[in-house]
Every structure is written in structure tokens, then in C-alpha cells.
């Protein structure tokens, strides 16, 4: 069983940065960051394949965003730099404990598969 717990998300004017931290307990497979904003669907940011810390990014994030793990595992990370406005959403951490195939480390239905577990999210708001 994987437990996630987010962390760091705040307000934070447009160009700032922000970390946000995942609690991960739990072997897993790959570990992800998800964000949804109000009225619309839940979107990929970021994955990181377990195994070998390959990292996955959506367009929106590739450049400004980056996903890391601690040595121990325990501690999942999102740093996003040059934010928007745009990027304002509730953020979730996202694992799942069985094998996939790299081509679903974004995927993700609105019932939150692949991603069998789930954290309570993080709320980012980014200011003009």
C-alpha cells in the first residue's frame, strides 16, 4: 500500500517558483505530480519512472518544472520556476505499485487510472 502525503504549494506572484514535496510511502513503480484547476480536467505535469529516475514532463511543464526523488525514496519533489497564472491548480502526488508501460507515465482517466494511489493535494496560486 503507497501513502502520499503533498506539501508547499502556496501563492506566489507571476515568474516566482515555488517546491512542492510529496511523503511517499511504499515500493512503487512510477511517481507523478497531477494538477486540476477549477472546471477543468485533471492534466499531467510531471512522472518519474522508479527503476531509473527517468523523468516524463508534460509540454506545459517541460523547462520550468522538474521532478526529483530523495536517495531514500521517501521524499518526491516538483520544482517549477517561471510560473504562470496559468499554472494555478490543486496539485497531487501520484504513484502506482505495478508495471506499466513507460507510454502511460502521463496518462491518466478521469478516475485517476493508471495511478492507483492518491494524495489530498496542495493548492498553488500564481498572481499576475
Known amino acids: 500500500h503507497i501513502q502520499l502525503e503533498e506539501s508547499g504549494g502556496g501563492s506566489v506572484q507571476a515568474g516566482g517558483s515555488l517546491k512542492l514535496t510529496c511523503a511517499a510511502s511504499g515500493s512503487r513503480t512510477y511517481v507523478a505530480w497531477f494538477r486540476q484547476a477549477p472546471g477543468k480536467e485533471r492534466e499531467a505535469v510531471a512522472s518519474?519512472?522508479?527503476?531509473?529516475?527517468?523523468?516524463f514532463y508534460a509540454d506545459s511543464a517541460k523547462g520550468r518544472f522538474t521532478i526529483s526523488q530523495d536517495s531514500s525514496e521517501n521524499w518526491v519533489y516538483l520544482h517549477m520556476n517561471s510560473l504562470k497564472p496559468a499554472d494555478s491548480a490543486m496539485y497531487y502526488c501520484a504513484a502506482v505499485g505495478v508495471h506499466m508501460s513507460a507510454s502511460q507515465a502521463l496518462a491518466v482517466s478521469p478516475h485517476g487510472i493508471p495511478y492507483h494511489f492518491w494524495g489530498l493535494g496542495t493548492l498553488v496560486t500564481v498572481s499576475p
Open positions: 518519474l519512472e522508479d527503476r531509473n529516475n527517468r523523468a
